[in-house]
């Protein structure tokens, strides 16, 4: 079974978006369906995100 993680920033909030080290993504609000991303892909979403703070 997946280990699905949610920001820390999300704190015990229950509508976010959690991730999965070689799963992808998903709204914690339809956790059945997700989003498969490659690491390259995340690696950039990562990159992007930084960038902006």
């Known amino acids: 079974m ?3 993680r949610k920001s ?3 704190a015990n909030a229950s509508e ?3 991730v999965a080290i070689g799963i ?3 709204d ?3 956790p ?3 989003i ?3 690491a390259a892909a995340w690696s950039a979403f990562l990159a992007g995100v930084t960038r902006e703070r």
């Open 2 to 4: 997946a280990e699905w």
């Open 8 to 10: 820390t920033y999300s």
């Open 16 to 18: 976010c978006v959690e």
């Open 24 to 26: 992808g993504i998903r």
């Open 28 to 30: 914690s609000k339809a």
């Open 32 to 34: 059945a369906a997700h």
């Open 36 to 38: 498969e991303i490659g």
